[in-house]
Nanobody
C-alpha cells in the first residue's frame, strides 16, 4: 500500500480546502488514516484521524485548533480519505501529511502520535493568507 496526499494550495483566510489521501493497492477491512501537519522548525502535529472496521467508523480531532472546522471522511470505493478544512486561518499554514498503519486494531482508540503510523504519503502544502 502506498499513500498519496493531494489537494493543497494557496487560499485566503476563511476559505476551504479538501485534502485527499489515496491508498493505492487498497487497505485492510480495518485501517486507520491520520492527518498531520508540520511547519519548518516544529514537530509534526496531529490534526485528525479516521479509523474503521467492517462495522464502525471512528474519528478524532486534535482539539480546539481544528475542531468544528475540519472534518474527516472516506470513500471506501475509491480507497481515499479526505480532510475537509473550512474557515481556514493563517495558522493552518503547513505541509499536511496523511499516514496509515495496518497495525490498527479496529477500535475507537485512534492514534495521534506520528510514530504510531508506519506508512506516509508525501506532503501537500497548504498556505493560508490573511
Amino acid at each position: 500500500v502506498q499513500l498519496q496526499a493531494s489537494g493543497g494550495g494557496l487560499v485566503q483566510a476563511g476559505d476551504s480546502l479538501r485534502l485527499s489521501c489515496a491508498a493505492s493497492g487498497g487497505t485492510d477491512s480495518s485501517y486507520i488514516i491520520g492527518w498531520f501537519r508540520q511547519v519548518p522548525g516544529k514537530e509534526r502535529e496531529f490534526v485528525a484521524a479516521l479509523g474503521w472496521n467492517e462495522i464502525n467508523t471512528y474519528t478524532r480531532f486534535a482539539g480546539d485548533s481544528v475542531k468544528g472546522r475540519f472534518t474527516i471522511s472516506r470513500d471506501s470505493a475509491k480507497y481515499t480519505a479526505y480532510l475537509q478544512m473550512n474557515s481556514l486561518k493563517p495558522e493552518d499554514t503547513a505541509t499536511y501529511y496523511c499516514a496509515g498503519t495496518g497495525r490498527y486494531y479496529g477500535g475507537p482508540h485512534l492514534y495521534t502520535r506520528y510514530y504510531e503510523y508506519d506508512l506516509w504519503g508525501q506532503g501537500t502544502l497548504v498556505t493560508v493568507s490573511s
